[in-house]
């Protein structure tokens, strides 16, 4: 019988054991967590870059005006409004690209090269990846190390006739001037 306490007395403690570490059941609980609030709908997202590059494209700004649209469409993909005005902006950009191409040409044939690099620069910031510009303009422009021209204001000096035309002198060359008279162009 004592073997039988014994084996008892071990089955009630493997059981004390067993329940002591066995999980705890859960209780369904009634709260369920916040739900996240609704994302954005993607058009609502777009508006700013379309909106921005509105404004830039009626400033004239047509190369940032289609990044800001291609910006736009891929927030918001499926936007055909979006779509075709990158695609009206291609086309005002390659016209615009043509236009400044033909007259740098021109320019670089009448020999006025600084406008010829004007004209080619604006085909770079229309379109940087334009290889008939970067040629040109390493190739056909010449370096220009400066500019000289004579400007001509009109001024009116506290003793001179009224609206006299007079060449642009220096301060301190100016006879007519001082410190107090303020010089008015």
Known sequence: MSGFRLLLLGVVALMATACATA????VATTTQPAPKPPAPPRQALAA??????????SDGRLREALQARQIALTINPDDAAARAAVAALQAKIEEQVAVQL????????????????????AVLALDPNNRAAFEALREQTQEVDGISHTVKAR??????????MATARSPRSSPRRTSSSPMRV
């Open 23 to 26: 999980e705890p059941e859960r």
């Open 48 to 57: 700013p870059y379309n909106d921005r590059a509105q404004a830039l494209e």
């Open 102 to 121: 033909k007259e740098g040409r021109a320019a670089t044939q009448r020999g006025a090269q600084v406008v010829a690099r004007r004209h080619y620069l």
């Open 155 to 164: 001024r009116r000096w506290p003793d001179s006739p009224r609206n006299t």
